[in-house]
C-alpha cells in the first residue's frame, strides 16, 4: 500500500468529489499544518487532533478557522478508515470549536427618524419611493427580498395587514403602520403615473426596468446607503437588514412577545429570534427569557 495518505485524500477529493483546484489547496494547506503538529498523521489519536484544535486556538485563529481545519481532518481521517489505513476514526468524536454570536447590527429611533426626515425632503418619484420602502421595511420586518417583490394588487386598498411569500414559500400576513398607508398612499400615485407614461404594467410594487421587474435587493442597498451619508449616519452601519433588525429589536424593547416578533419576521424557530435579547438591555433581556411563560425552554 502507499505510504502517501494525505496525496491519496487528495487524489480521492479530485477523482470521485470533483474538487476544484483551489478546493484542493485549502485541503492541502490545512492538512499539511496538521501534518506538522502531530506524531504521525496515520496513528494520531484524538487526544492529538484535540491538541492540534487547541493550538490553533492559542495561536489567535478565529473558529471559523478552526472549524475549517477540523472538517477536513475529519474527512481525512474518515477516508483513511474507510480505505482500511486504520482500524477506528479518531476524529469523529471530537467536537467543533464554538463559532461567536454575531449580534445584529441595529439602528436607534433616532437614526430611523433621521433617514425618513431626510427622505421626506424630496417629493419626486425616487423621494416617495425610498419614503415608501423605508416606512413598509421599519413597520414590518420584512425581508429584503420580500419588500421588493411585493405585488402592487397586494396593497391597493392600503391593507392594515400584506400576505408575504416568505422563504420555503411559507405565507405569513405582516402589518402596515398608518405611517407605511400613508407612504404606500403617496407613491402609489407617482408609481401608476411613470409606469403609464413607460407604456408598462408592472405587477410589482417597486417596478424597474431591470430583468426581475422590481427593484433589486443590490439598488435598494445603494438608495439606502445614499441615504444614511445625506442623514449624517455611518452609511456602513446601515442596510436593509439593520431595518429589519431595527424592527424586531424596537418591539422587544418596548414590550412586544418574542413569539410574536418570530412570526412577523417568518423565523422558523424561536432560537433565531431569541437573538435580539442580547441587544436590549439586560433587564428586559431577564424579563423576557425568565418571566415569560413561552419564552422558557421546553415551551
Not at 473558529?63 to 482500524?87: K, V
Not at 408575504?164 to 400576513?173: F, I, L, P, Y
Not at 410594487?205 to 422590481?214: A, E, I, M, W
Not at 442580547?278 to 424579563?287: E, G, I, M, S
Amino acid at each position: 500500500m502507499a505510504l502517501d495518505p494525505l496525496g491519496a485524500f487528495l487524489n480521492h477529493l479530485a477523482a470521485e468529489r470533483g474538487a476544484a483546484l483551489n478546493t484542493l489547496d485549502a485541503y492541502r494547506r490545512d492538512l499539511a499544518e496538521y501534518e506538522k503538529s502531530v506524531p504521525d498523521i496515520i496513528t494520531a489519536s484524538r487526544s492529538d487532533i484535540e491538541g492540534h484544535i487547541a493550538g490553533l486556538g492559542a495561536a489567535g485563529f478565529a473558529a471559523s478557522t478552526r472549524a475549517r481545519h477540523l472538517s477536513a481532518i475529519r474527512q481525512f481521517h474518515a477516508f483513511l478508515f474507510a480505505e482500511g489505513w486504520r482500524e477506528d476514526d479518531p476524529a469523529a468524536p471530537v467536537k467543533g470549536p464554538r463559532k461567536a454570536r454575531t449580534l445584529p447590527r441595529t439602528l436607534t429611533v433616532d437614526d430611523v427618524s433621521a433617514l425618513l426626515a431626510t427622505a421626506r425632503k424630496g417629493r419626486d418619484y425616487r423621494a416617495l419611493r425610498t419614503i415608501c420602502l423605508v416606512e413598509m421595511l421599519y413597520a414590518s420586518g420584512l425581508r429584503t427580498s420580500e419588500l421588493v417583490s411585493l405585488p402592487v394588487a397586494g396593497v391597493r386598498r392600503l391593507p392594515r395587514m400584506v400576505p408575504v411569500k416568505g422563504k420555503g414559500g411559507k405565507e405569513r400576513m405582516v402589518p402596515l403602520s398608518e405611517r407605511a398607508r400613508e407612504a404606500i398612499a403617496a407613491w402609489l400615485p407617482e408609481r401608476d403615473r411613470v409606469e403609464a407614461a413607460r407604456g408598462k404594467g408592472s405587477p410589482f410594487l417597486f417596478p424597474s426596468r431591470g430583468k426581475s421587474g422590481h427593484l433589486t435587493r443590490a439598488r435598494f442597498f445603494q438608495i439606502l446607503r445614499g441615504l444614511a451619508a445625506e442623514a449624517g449616519l455611518d452609511a456602513t452601519k446601515v442596510s436593509p437588514h439593520t431595518l429589519r433588525h431595527a424592527f424586531a429589536t424596537h418591539l422587544l424593547a418596548n414590550g412586544a412577545d418574542l413569539r410574536v416578533i418570530q412570526t412577523l419576521l417568518g423565523h422558523a424557530d424561536i432560537a433565531t429570534t431569541e437573538i435580539y435579547t442580547h441587544v436590549v438591555p439586560d433587564d428586559l433581556a431577564d424579563l423576557v427569557l425568565a418571566k415569560h411563560p413561552l419564552a422558557r425552554k421546553g415551551d
